[in-house]
């Protein structure tokens, strides 16, 4: 399955950093940046992680909370938001439920050799849970601004 801009987004509820669980319902009527990302504590993982917590105060500005999904395990999310100082709130999508339900988990390719692992992709759902912004492939640089626009613009 796969999701695109104007459907409802999936509703999930996902064990979260900080001994929390949260779902997407628990932000009705708040702008939502989903995103997923490969693994916890990788150059592009991190970097892209560091550049939505530097925007984080923008992006509450504009009405959005930031949450980031993974396969990676609560516990390792913790570590890496305590390595990196993250001021965002990461998922633990450890059965890829919530990554087959947004079209994120995809057969890869890497030196040749070929695997499934999480596309990088951002979500931005409006406060009725309509997709209204995705992004794909997902390229770090230039990212955050070009999401934190799209939430501007709602």
Not at 6 to 21: C, I, M, N, R, V
Not at 123 to 141: C, L, Q, S, T, Y
Request: glycine share 10%; proline share 3%.
């Amino acid at each position: 399955m796969t999701v695109t801009v104007d459907d409802k987004a999936p509703d999930f509820s996902l064990p979260a950093s900080g001994g929390q669980t949260l779902s997407l319902s628990d932000f009705a009527g708040q702008t939502v940046v989903l995103y997923f990302y490969p693994k916890d504590d990788t150059p592009g993982c991190t970097k892209e992680s560091i550049g939505f917590t530097e925007a984080v105060d923008a992006f509450k500005a504009a009405g959005a909370t930031i949450l980031g999904v993974s396969k990676d395990t609560v516990a390792k999310h913790d570590k890496f938001i305590a390595k990196h100082d993250l001021g965002i709130a990461l998922l633990s999508d450890a059965e890829g439920d919530v990554c087959e339900r947004y079209g994120t988990w995809k057969e890869k390719n890497m030196y040749g050799k070929t695997y499934m692992g999480i596309e990088r992709s951002t979500f931005v759902i409006d406060g009725n849970g309509v997709i209204r912004a995705e992004w794909r492939k997902v390229k770090v640089p230039g990212h955050v601004e070009a999401v934190l626009e799209a939430v501007k613009s709602l």
